[in-house]
């Protein structure tokens, strides 16, 4: 397990926020020489702690009505069929739960809300499903950079801006998106630091077209890089998901996002609709981590209902192509 010292820990951060930052600019962040930065960040290439680049999405600037979760029961013997079909179908990831009823949660980007009752059909008839719960995603705090990479108080208790108030602000807004910009964020999907000289050569424009156009993206919140780590080099082994009610019809207010961002090591937080509230993510080290962050989570006022479920951690975090943030 690869130890993180505090200066790994910012440079992570800050590449976790958005993965291109220059090491220019990361070293005065941090107050070092840019080549301390750039031997510090290929030391965690080589120890396998940063294994790649991707991008989040606001995947409605991309013709998306909305995303969904969908939680799948199936007997034990027909998870990995399970796993296999879901896998197949368009636009839809499966994940492995544990310690649920609900033992295949899928997360579904659906081109318009119909389309979700014929995913729903399509599992229904062609699993052996015993239970299948969907919700509607309303909202998403995607913080990677929450996470407390060193293990410590200080490391956990370090305050990062947020400046999410053009993303909430562009959210609704009409985004022109043609067959060029999917083309330079599909590169950049498979890699999130690859050179626009690189993408420009590879779909056939010029380097001036992929710069002025990634910039366009970004700055519309379209997209956002973030490096992809490891998580197990550095000593975490297990992600812990959340279904959260609250007691009144609201639900709850934005001050209660702000609250369990604050808890270390929560990096997704999602609004949906259905029976449950909130869906919250959490990475996590150990056993007492576990009981920790759900007795943080327990204390806030007006939850009545919590259901929990494990799932293993990829290789590569965070993921391609999660959801940008909205809240």
């Known amino acids: 397990m690869a130890k993180i010292s505090e200066l790994d ?84 990831r499966a994940y492995r739960q544990y310690n649920s009823v609900y033992n295949v949660r899928a997360v579904a980007t659906l081109r318009d809300l119909n389309e979700l009752d014929h995913i729903k059909q399509i599992i229904k008839r062609r699993l052996p499903t015993i239970g299948l719960k969907t919700y509607i995603w309303t909202g998403v705090r995607n913080i990677p950079e929450n996470l407390n990479l060193t293990g410590t108080l200080k490391d956990s208790r370090e305050s990062y801006p947020r400046n999410l108030n053009k993303l909430c602000q562009r959210q609704n807004e009409h985004v022109s998106i043609d067959e060029l910009d999917k083309q330079i964020v599909e590169k950049l999907t498979l890699n999130g630091r690859s050179s626009f000289t690189q993408i420009a050569k590879e779909i056939g424009v010029s380097t001036d077209t992929v710069v002025k156009r990634y910039h366009r993206l970004r700055e519309e919140g379209a997209i956002k890089v973030s490096i992809q780590i490891n998580p197990n080099k550095i ?22 996002v702000e609250e ?23 990475m996590i080290r150990d056993i007492a981590q576990s009981f920790a962050i759900q007795d943080e989570i327990a204390r806030i006022c007006g939850i009545t209902k919590i259901e929990i479920s494990t799932r293993k951690i990829p290789e590569r975090w965070p993921t391609p192509q999660q959801y940008i943030s909205t809240l």
């Open 9 to 92: 820990s910012r440079i992570l951060k800050d590449l976790l926020r958005d993965g291109r930052t220059g090491y220019d600019e990361i070293a005065a962040n941090c107050r070092v020489t840019k080549n301390k930065i750039w031997k510090r960040c290929k030391a965690m290439e080589e120890r396998g702690v940063i294994s790649g680049a991707t991008i989040q999405m606001n995947f409605g600037h991309f013709g998306f009505d909305a995303l969904a979760t969908l939680l799948i029961s199936v007997d034990a013997q027909q998870i990995d069929q399970t796993m296999e079909f879901i896998e197949k179908i368009t636009e839809v």
């Open 235 to 256: 000593g975490y082994n297990s992600i812990l998901d959340f279904n959260i009610a609250f007691m009144n019809l609201n639900g709850f207010s934005n001050s209660v």
């Open 260 to 282: 369990l961002a604050k808890i270390p090591d929560i990096i997704i937080i999602t609004k949906t609709s259905g029976d449950f509230d909130l869906q919250v993510t959490a």
